[in-house]
C-alpha cells in the first residue's frame, strides 16, 4: 500500500470498514475540523484536500495527495493516556507509505486560522519538514 506514482498511486486507501468510519467521521467533524475544512476546500496556493479520508486502519482529518502531507487536528485528546503512543504509530506507518504529517492543535484552528492555514501551504511546499511527533517546531510566530 506504499504511495507510488501517478494521481491513484499518490493515494492512500484504507479496507472497506475504514471508508465506512471516514464516512461517519464526515458527519461528526468537531468545529476546528469543519473550520479548517472550509478554509481549505477553497484551495489555498492550489492545494487540493480530502477531508476524513481513509488510509489503511486510520482515518486521516485532510489528506493532499499530490504533496503526500496529513493534516491532523489534535484536540486535547491526543495528550492524555495511551493517545501520544498511539499516535506516533500511527505517525510512524503514514511515514512508511512515504506520506509527511503536519500536526495542527485544535486550539490553534480556533485562535488563528489563517496562520495554520499558511502553515499547511508551508509544509505542503517543502518550507518545513513535518511537524509529527518529534518533528522540529513550527516556524517562527507561527506556534502550532
Known sequence: ???GGGV????LHGPKN???RARQLRREMTLPEVLLWQALRKRP???RFRHQHPAGDYVLDFFCARHRLVVEV???AHGCGDRPARDE?????LRSQGARICRVPAVEVLRDLEAVVRHIEQVARGDYPSTAVGGP???PGEDL
Do not use: F, I, Y
Not at 491513484?8 to 493515494?11: D, L, S
Not at 504509530?89 to 506507518?93: E, F, I, M, S
Open 1 to 3: 500500500m506504499k504511495l
Open 18 to 20: 475504514t471508508q465506512e
Open 89 to 93: 504509530v500511527r505517525d510512524a506507518w
Open 45 to 47: 496556493s492550489g492545494l
Open 74 to 76: 489534535d484536540g486535547q
Open 137 to 139: 517546531p513550527p516556524p
Open 8 to 11: 491513484a498511486g499518490n493515494m
